[in-house]
């Protein structure tokens, strides 16, 4: 790090931030590459990176409509936990947090992981019933978690209103002291100049508007930018995956919908954990720079606009007084939504495709941010073996025909 004195630091504040050095090339398709990842997300980020570092395969483009980063990945509250139910899904995510452990010194970049710990409240006994059943499960897979009385919910967090009278009153939480939040640009940009280095092609306002199949197998993508080959492609484009889908010929059970978030004024440090109400339906956490940073379900509405309805945002608002009536006069700054794709068992897709060499990876829905390491780490393994990594055999289409559904609906954290 370099160190400034006070007249240093004043000319650098003044400087025009001229001659910065650029953190990823700019650089023309080739005309074949050995793997195209669409959607220059975190989930594609990652995915390239792993396949530079891990396997070896440095011939790969990263096509990107918008710029790195700018979809989901931008717009997410950064809610990074390992706490789901079943083991398929539990390992996946674990696997993700063991990586986010190590994330910054593996990229040499910072990506902010600040494990603040993130609490999930129960307003109910069947609330209290599902957060023992939860805790319970995650300890068996070697997943930190606990289980909060109301005493040690308010020394932890001293301002929510645990008052009994409340129309749902906390009884307790469940507790990840592990979990908390990163900085989601620098994990799109940690990723982005990893991938970069190892000679990865990142390709920006490149948007894939067609796939070339021939005999059952992609060849390649259509882009405004021309026809680029491909002996495999991977689908990383969250809420876009049914359109792309449907380019290939094929249907996903996946679902968009907008999902909303708003951050407040900053305000001097009130929060330092993150904490989640299902039922009272909203989470709020508080952010380096002081703003609240607040969120609930997704609207309910199918939709690809990046915005939301006014009525989520009222719904959200009222669920963040009830559980913090001191944060009733704190005004908001900005709002903005995203596209998340929602599966039937609110699980993702990490799959082959009908079409030979065609892979998706998508249906991580409002909970794919805290995935984003352990996504690209086994999309990138599937994609280099042509088969399914260990973790992420479970998530193939197959299993909305088998029926082996693995329904995480409960421990998703905000409604969908
Ligand atoms: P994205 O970042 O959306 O990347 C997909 C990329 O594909 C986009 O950049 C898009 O431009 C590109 N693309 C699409 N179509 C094409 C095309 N035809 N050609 C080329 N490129 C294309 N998850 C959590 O774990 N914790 C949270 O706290 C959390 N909060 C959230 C709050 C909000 C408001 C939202 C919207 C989401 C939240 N999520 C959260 C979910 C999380 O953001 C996503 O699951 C995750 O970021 C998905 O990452 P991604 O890289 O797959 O998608
Ligand atoms: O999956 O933990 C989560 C989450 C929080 C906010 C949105 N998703």
Redesign the pocket.
């Known amino acids: 790090m370099q160190h400034y004195s006070g007249f240093g630091l004043l000319k650098h504040g003044l400087s025009h931030h001229e001659n910065w050095q650029r953190m990823w090339r700019n650089p023309v398709p080739k005309a074949q590459y050995d793997v195209i990842i669409?959607?220059?997300?975190?989930?594609?980020?990652?995915t390239a990176y792993y396949l530079a570092k891990v396997h070896g395969i440095t011939n790969v483009a990263v096509?990107?409509?918008?710029?790195?980063?700018?979809?989901?990945?931008?717009?997410?509250?950064?809610?990074?936990?390992s706490n789901y139910l079943w083991d398929e899904a539990a390992w996946l995510y674990e696997h993700a947090m063991k990586l986010w452990e190590g994330l910054s010194q593996d990229l040499n970049y910072n990506v902010m992981f600040s494990q603040r710990g993130v609490m999930n409240l129960g307003h109910t006994l069947q609330d209290m019933r599902d957060i023992h059943r939860r805790v319970n499960a995650n300890r068996l897979n070697g997943i930190d978690g606990e289980v909060l009385d109301v005493k040690q919910i308010q020394e932890i967090v001293p301002h929510m209103d645990c008052s009994a009278n409340r129309r749902y009153p906390v009884m307790g939480a469940s507790w990840q002291p592990r979990a908390g939040?990163a900085r989601?640009d620098a994990v799109?940009w940690g990723f982005a100049r990893g991938a970069d280095a190892l000679g990865v092609d990142l390709l920006q306002q490149?948007?894939?508007?067609g796939f070339r199949i021939s005999g059952g197998k992609v060849l390649g993508?259509e882009?405004n930018r021309g026809f680029i080959g491909a002996k495999t492609v991977g689908?990383?484009?969250?809420?876009?995956?049914g359109?792309?889908a449907k380019?290939a010929g094929f249907k996903l059970p996946v679902e968009s919908h907008?999902?909303?978030?708003l951050v407040s004024e900053p305000m001097k440090p009130i929060l330092d954990t993150v904490v989640m109400s299902n039922h009272v339906h909203g989470?709020v956490s508080q952010s380096d720079k002081g703003d609240l940073v607040i969120?609930a379900g997704i609207d309910g509405y199918n939709g690809y606009g990046?915005r939301g309805s006014y009525p989520t945002i009222e719904h959200t608002l009222q669920a963040i007084v009830e559980l913090f009536p001191i944060f009733s006069r704190v005004r908001m700054n900005r709002q903005?939504?995203?596209?998340?794709?929602t599966t039937p068992d609110a699980c993702p897709i990490i799959s082959a495709t009908p079409v030979g060499g065609l892979f998706f990876?998508?249906g991580?829905?409002?909970?794919?941010?805290?995935?984003?390491p352990g996504?690209g780490h086994v999309f990138a393994a599937t994609l280099a073996e042509g088969k399914a990594h260990p973790l992420a055999a479970p998530f193939t289409i197959d299993r909305f025909i088998s029926g082996k559904l693995i329904d995480e609906h409960g421990a998703a954290?905000?409604a969908h």
């Open positions: 669409v959607g220059g997300g975190g989930h594609g980020l990652a096509v990107e409509k918008g710029w790195l980063g700018g979809g989901n990945t931008a717009r997410n509250t950064t809610i990074v936990r939040v989601h799109a490149t948007e894939v508007t993508v882009t689908c990383v484009a969250a809420g876009n995956s359109v792309l380019m907008p999902l909303q978030a989470y969120g990046q903005w939504g995203g596209i998340v794709d990876n998508c991580w829905g409002t909970g794919g941010f805290k995935a984003t996504s954290g905000v």
